[in-house]
């Protein structure tokens, strides 16, 4: 008699399930079939032996139990309103369907059920040992004790994380995958292994566990909080709450400031959120009767601290429709690092996809703060960030970042290290920021160059030291066109002889530099003048002196030289900078 494949015999034994009566769903083919009386509870034999006639070994168990996933949906094995017994979960690792594929409405307890029963720890099982590399190796008992979050299967001789199992969000690759939650660990050689999987504070690890212990503590949970509540006091902190929201929605919607220096009940001006917030309970009674001097002291809802609550929610929000549209596509990252006012170091992360209607798109996700810069504290807080908004870095198809070592690094650095883990994110240096480089690298090998930058720098800090010497340039400009107007030198019309001032050029950006050099070739009659000014009548002597010494450096044909020359250099570069950092590049048009 020809043997059939094992998956037709599977397909016909769940069709015969139907055709009984018993109403089951073939989505509950998991751990539901326990409650039919016709049915043995352990479904993996059961489904090994109609494919074959000998019992399956330990890694086959694992296979069948997976196996039903193509043919089936792993999220609604019990999506029908069949309550499990808690009592009846099943004990080893290796039966259980996933976490997720039980009801919404039954799945904390479950959770709760789990983790009172506790890991499964078969101490007293006899481990079987197997060759690796010419040596037999086996389980190790006393891991069971040093890490109590650990669980062994007896049929596929593999340990797993229950809080893992539980908690765990499927991101890829990333804390192990699903060794530890599905799959299971084997290789009893690499007990490093375990430890990586545990991590740092910041690992989804610790982050399972968290939610493990926030889950027996239900005294501590919101609910618990609001029953406690009568339905006046319900109704009160909802409007409270509401006006609050409605208040951070408009200041956030239209970039205000929420804060003032005096948010007293009797300030004339208490902020952005305060007023808008006495606007809304004016206008809407069923909250302004819970607001503000209606409200508990130590209850309205208007502290700093929640109105940051409040606006982490709204970027959580924003966030998570950004990483819904991206989904299980593609993504390509771009990061820079950057320290703030205060000296702390932090790093944004920037997304770059094509959403559903094929337009590209780059969304900001997120500031992470990092405690350095090296490529491995990068890369872990990179990782956090990505698995916080259900990405993983098996999505990213490219990395931007700029030339420094710790992140273009060709063995150590950030773009490497990601590499490594997914060899499909290709690097990409911002062209922009190359040809910034490749300026100031060439003009700090010019000497002429370099000492006409430093000069141009001392021109800038004198003329624009004080109010009084920048009205006196202004003055002077004013004079010089008006003048120029008259003899009919200069032409009148919209957006023509506009005020200028002395531009200060930036340290990031190369390219500001260029908007100096055009501020100085427009005003310089008037820099002269105020040279002249501070030469003779300067606060102090130092002061006098580099007004002289910029005077003198001025009548020389080296000076004016690298003016006219650096102005048409940085002028071509700066055209080539602007179009590289063009969302929609186009042709560039010469002349």
């Known amino acids: 008699m020809k043997r059939q494949p094992k998956q037709v015999l599977i397909d016909n034994f769940f069709k015969r399930k139907f055709q009984e009566g018993e109403n089951v769903d073939v989505s509950q083919s998991g751990s539901n079939l326990d409650t039919n009386p016709g049915v043995n509870s352990d479904v993996s034999p059961t489904i090994a032996d109609i494919g074959n006639d000998e019992t399956p070994d330990n890694d086959n168990v694992g296979q069948c139990s997976s196996n039903l996933g193509p043919s089936m949906s792993s999220t609604s094995f019990h999506s029908r309103s069949t309550k499990i017994d808690l009592n009846d979960l099943p004990s080893d690792p290796v039966d259980r369907p996933p976490i997720d594929s039980y009801h919404p409405n039954q799945i904390d307890e479950i959770r709760r059920a789990y983790l009172v029963k ?5 101490i007293s099982h006899n481990f079987e040992s197997k060759e690796v ?17 650990m669980e062994y299967s007896t049929k596929a001789d593999k340990a797993y994380c229950l809080p ?29 292994a375990i430890r990586e999987h545990v991590g740092g504070v910041r690992s989804l690890h610790y982050k399972a566990v968290q939610k493990c212990d926030d889950l027996m503590k239900p005294k501590q ?18 409007a409270r709450l509401s006006g609050s929201v409605q208040s951070v929605r408009f200041c956030l919607e239209n970039t205000c400031p929420f804060r003032a220096h005096d948010e007293s009940e009797n300030s004339r001006s208490p902020g952005m ?5 006495k606007l809304i309970s004016a206008n809407n009674p069923d909250i302004g009767k819970y607001t503000l001097g209606n409200a508990k002291k130590n209850n309205k ?5 929640i109105q940051k609550e409040i606006i982490e929610c709204f970027a959580k929000e924003v966030t998570k429709i950004i990483c819904e549209e991206i989904k299980g596509d593609v993504f390509g990252l771009l990061v ?14 920037v997304v770059r996809y094509v959403d559903k209607l094929g337009v590209v798109k780059e969304s900001f996700i997120g500031i992470v703060h990092v405690t350095n810069t090296n490529s491995s504290t990068l890369k872990e807080a990179i990782l956090s960030l990505l698995a916080n908004n259900q990405l993983s870095i098996d999505q990213v198809r490219g990395q931007g970042y700029d030339g420094a070592s710790n992140m273009r690094g060709k063995f150590n650095g950030l773009k490497s290290l990601i590499l ?3 060899p499909s994110a290709h690097y990409i240096h911002c062209f922009a920021h190359q040809l910034q480089l490749v300026i100031v690298a060439v003009v700090k090998k010019h000497e002429g160059v370099k000492t006409f930058y430093e000069y141009l720098s001392m021109v800038v800090n004198t003329v624009s030291a004080s109010c009084k010497r920048k009205d006196m340039l202004r003055e002077a400009k004013k004079e010089r066109v008006e003048k120029e107007i008259l003899k009919g030198e200069l032409k009148t019309g919209k957006g023509l002889n506009q005020e200028v001032s002395l531009a200060r050029a930036g340290d990031t950006r190369w390219g500001s530099h260029h908007r100096t050099i055009i501020s100085l070739l427009k005003l310089f009659p008037e820099v002269v003048t105020v040279l002249r000014y501070v030469k003779e009548d300067g606060d102090c002597s130092q002061k006098r002196s580099n007004a002289k010494g910029i005077l003198s450096y001025f009548k020389e044909f080296e000076c004016v030289f690298y003016l006219h020359l650096m102005d048409k250099v940085l002028g071509f570069t700066n055209i080539l900078s602007k179009h590289l950092q063009q969302k929609k590049s186009r042709p560039i048009r010469s002349g």
Not at 336 to 349: I, R
């Open 118 to 122: 506790g890991p499964f720890q078969p």
């Open 133 to 149: 590399y010419g040596k037999n190796r086996r389980f190790v008992k006393d891991w069971l004790v040093e890490f109590p979050w």
């Open 164 to 192: 893992c199992y539980l908690f765990k969000q499927n991101v890829g690759n990333q804390g192990g995958g699903g060794t530890w939650s599905t799959k299971g660990f084997c290789d009893w050689t690499k007990k490093g």
């Open 221 to 238: 949970s919101i609910h618990e909080a609001f029953n406690k509540l009568s339905k006046e006091e319900m109704v009160a902190n909802r």
């Open 273 to 277: 959120f305060l007023a808008v917030l």
């Open 301 to 305: 809802l208007t502290s700093p601290t």
């Open 336 to 349: 820079d690092e950057s320290s703030d006012v205060s000296l702390k170091e932090q790093m944004a992360v």
């Open 420 to 422: 490594r883990d997914n």
